[in-house]
């Protein structure tokens, strides 16, 4: 029985030693020499498309921000990126929205998010403070309401430049047969992973119909 648990154990690390792990993306802190626009451009923004009465309760929609990607330059002259998503789509039903940046290996785009109106116009903006992990991703949650037409997330210049270190739990186990019954062996484990907060990175807004209070 033991000769069987150890080559099961040596199987997997060979298996786990196959798999080459993806390095850290580089974290960009500069975007000095870009030329940024005054104004946000919407012409380009992501459709949200979710219906709460079809087979999905939730939709996520992600957008790459890079080289590529507009800016915004504030009258302070501070720059930053940002992804533009509509969210017309699903104003007036009882939604709640999740807006944010996703993690990538060893760099986050550090969020802040806009709410405006069908003529561009601020409705809400959130700022560092109000955002918190959920799960792989930095993010703020809001109820929508009628007249949102877009949601901005933008880097926060700010903090580009630094960096946080994120400390996820992982709980896994294996099943090992003992004569004619088996048993469950949990395993834990804590991976730290050091972000540095960039200009590029993923821009994330998740859509769900929002929970009746009771509803677990």
């Known amino acids: 029985m033991i000769g069987r648990i150890v080559s099961l154990v040596m199987i997997v690390a ?40 079809g087979s999905s309760e939730t939709v996520s929609v992600d957008v790459a921000i890079g080289p590529n990607s507009p800016c915004f330059q504030a009258a302070d002259g501070t720059r930053r990126t940002y992804a533009v998503f509509d969210v017309s789509g699903i104003v007036g039903q009882d939604v709640t929205l999740v807006a944010g940046s996703r993690v990538e290996p060893g760099r986050l785009l550090p969020p802040t998010a806009l709410v405006l109106d069908h003529g561009g116009d601020a409705l809400l903006e959130f700022g560092a403070g ?87």
């Open 14 to 53: 060979v298996l786990s030693g196959c798999v080459s792990p993806i390095g850290p993306l580089p974290a960009e802190t500069d975007i000095s020499g870009r030329v940024c626009a005054d104004r946000y451009l919407l012409s380009n923004a992501r459709a949200v498309v979710f219906d709460p009465q």
């Open 130 to 216: 109000r955002f918190l992990f959920r799960g792989d991703h930095l993010s703020v949650s809001f109820r929508a309401r009628a007249g949102f037409r877009y949601v901005v997330v933008a880097s926060d210049p700010d903090r580009v430049g630094g960096q946080f270190t994120k400390v996820d739990s992982m709980v896994s186990g294996a099943v090992i047969p003992i004569g004619p019954a088996v048993t469950y062996v949990p395993v834990s484990a804590d991976t730290t992973n050091t972000l540095h907060y960039s200009h590029y990175g993923v821009a994330r807004l998740r859509a769900f119909v929002t929970p009746v209070a009771g509803e677990q």
